[in-house]
């Protein structure tokens, strides 16, 4: 049987320790609540009751649940309080040495059978532990912010961890409804380990330039479904909690260069921009603690005027290409209003395209999301055609062929023989270099990549890619044909993955090195990601969906573009793909989805 803990005492009620104070009052259990001084404790007092005043207002707790909860709590100055707890939870900053001193204070303070635990993120629980003389009975407990909504615990245990002491913290999780997933004792644990990298990653592009902040916000929210995009998320943790981690995972986690804070990390820092808390970080916030962005400097005019200016008139559209993403542009344009020339390898091709596309359409009358009119309308606009040469007389070309350098290259430089002087030739790829295929023309200024997402009908982001060759007019005419289609249009430069597929991909790669060292179990990292962070898909149902083989492609482009060794493909990802296990499509891929 486990323990009943009846009594728990936190330690620090900065915005952490309050919400853990709350989730335990929240279930029934008397909590101690414990600062370093009388101010600070009427700053946590406050911040329990502002979450806990909320809460009443948005009806998702009883007023008399409220008052209860308020009951169960009581505060004090200084940890001699917690001399009969059960628990001590610490959520103090992430300061090494502070929390030893707190500790072995607790080891003075608490009985010999007192579980001690930190909520620490990123530090060492067993260098913490060894501050008492009882580490066998410290663990790491660590909640996500805001602790009273978020559903993720990770129960960190040491080497030395008594088994008994999981066990009940394990139960003590079930009782507050949490779900925990239970690890050892390593640099970021689950979550930090996988987001801090991408995150750190993000930072990297901006720094250099290579996307505005706004694009790759947006790249990652509407590309792949998370709650905020990288930028906005560190100003949210703050910048300066974000270095520390990194700093700390870096020296802790075998110094894997891509958790060395990026220097504009550092520079930020150093200037006091540490995001929302301060009212600057990468974006300008209304007031110190607001979330509400205002504009400045850096921020992009909105206008549709301001997203046109240099764009050329765009009124027919040819799409080559018989495939899915091909069937899914043709329809994207034709329901826009464009005239569009659709041309395929034979008149075969054409007729399974343009039943794909009426089923689609078709679909979408069923759902109410067209009319009949509208969908009539559409398929009358779209002329079919074997022959390239029926793109003479179009403004915009957009390529959706197969995924091979060779093929589109060829493709293009007969597109530049066919086509009128000024065209915008687009290329849809999503991994090979634009520059390659640009260079197979003799304009190559007309030359970008409209890199659409799977399914283009569905999907609101488009990755508009400029070359060092094209020309703003080019760049100009993309964006603006991307709003007219009610897409988002980001701008990158022509680098291996873009902005999604390179930030996305190494932490799915960095999810499966983590399953190889056997540090924890699929089902718990898919847990953390969704629960902790936000995530739509775990990284392995993610991998399952995506193939197997398509990952490993894309990792190895991204690899051997960039030469990072953290990038290296894992090991374990090319022996599923050698072993024919691809993800659901074959039905078996890190799970098995035969029975499904």
Not at 354 to 361: R, V
Not at 576 to 590: D, H, Q
Request: with cysteine.
């Amino acid at each position: 049987m486990a323990r009943e803990f009846s009594t728990v005492g936190v330690v620090g009620l900065g915005t952490m320790g309050a919400g853990i104070v709350e989730v335990f009052a929240r279930n029934g259990i008397d909590v101690l609540a414990v600062e370093i001084s009388e101010p600070a404790l009427e700053r946590g007092r406050a911040t329990l009751k502002g979450s806990t005043d909320r809460a009443v207002a948005k009806g998702k707790l009883a007023e008399a649940d409220r008052d209860a909860l308020h009951e169960r709590v009581h505060f004090a100055v200084g940890l001699d309080a917690l001399h009969s707890v059960d628990l001590v939870i610490e959520a103090v900053p992430e300061h090494l040495d502070l929390k030893q001193r707190i500790f072995a204070e607790l080891d003075r303070v608490c009985r010999p059978e007192t579980i001690l635990a930190t909520n620490t993120s990123s530090l060492s629980v067993t260098e913490i532990s060894v501050a008492t003389s009882r580490p066998n009975q410290v663990i790491g407990i660590h909640f996500f912010n805001p602790a009273p909504v978020m559903k993720l615990v990770e129960v960190v245990r040491t080497v030395v961890t008594a088994p008994e002491v999981v066990a009940d913290v394990e139960a003590l999780c079930a009782r507050l409804g949490k779900v925990d997933v239970t690890i050892n004792d390593r640099a970021g644990f689950i979550a930090n380990a996988l987001l801090f990298g991408y995150l750190n990653h993000a930072v990297g592009m901006f720094e250099a330039h290579y996307a505005t902040r706004e694009d790759i916000d947006a790249a990652m929210k509407l590309g792949c479904g998370l709650p905020m995009g990288p930028l906005a998320l560190m100003d949210l943790i703050g910048l300066d909690t974000a270095y520390e981690i990194l700093d700390t995972m870096y020296r802790r986690g075998g110094r894997d260069r891509r958790h060395a804070p990026v220097p504009l990390l550092k520079q930020m820092v150093t200037a006091g921009l540490l995001g929302r808390k301060s009212g600057r970080g990468f974006y300008t916030y209304e007031r110190p603690g607001s979330p509400v962005v205002v504009p400045d400097e850096a921020t992009p005019p909105a206008t549709e005027a301001a997203l046109a200016d240099g764009a050329r008139a765009i009124t027919k559209v040819g799409v080559v290409g018989s495939g899915t993403m091909a069937t899914g542009i043709i329809e994207v344009f034709a329901k826009a209003g464009y005239e569009v020339v659709s041309v395929t390898r034979g008149m075969e091709k054409s007729a399974t395209v343009c039943e794909a596309l009426k089923t689609s359409l078709n679909k979408g009358v069923v759902r109410g999301k067209l009319t009949e009119a509208d969908r009539d309308a559409a398929l009358g606009r779209i002329s079919w055609s074997a022959t390239l040469d029926h793109l003479a007389d179009v403004d915009l070309v957009v390529e959706a062929v197969v995924e091979e350098l060779s093929v589109k290259k060829a493709l293009f430089a007969s597109l530049d023989e066919i086509c009128k002087p000024g065209v915008v030739l687009a290329t849809t790829t999503s991994s090979l270099p634009v520059i390659d295929v640009a260079m197979a023309t003799h304009r190559p200024a007309d030359v970008v990549g409209l890199h659409f997402f799977n399914p283009a009908p569905v999907m609101p982001l488009v990755e508009v890619v400029r070359t060092i060759r094209t020309s703003p007019e080019a760049t100009a005419t993309a964006r603006a044909v991307c709003a007219a289609l009610g897409k988002t249009g980001v701008v990158c430069g022509d680098r291996s993955g873009f902005i999604v597929n390179a930030l996305l991909f190494p932490y799915l790669n960095d999810a499966v090195k983590m399953l190889e060292a056997s540090y924890s179990t699929a089902d718990d990292i898919d847990h953390a990601m969704k629960l902790g962070c936000g995530y739509p898909m775990g990284p392995f149902e993610l991998l399952d969906v995506v193939g197997l083989d398509v990952s490993l492609a894309i990792q190895r482009e991204l690899y051997l573009e960039l030469r990072e060794p953290g990038f290296a493909p894992a090991p374990l990802l090319e022996h599923l793909v050698t072993a024919g296990y691809l993800g659901r499509k074959t039905r078996r891929g890190f799970r098995d989805h035969s029975h499904r």
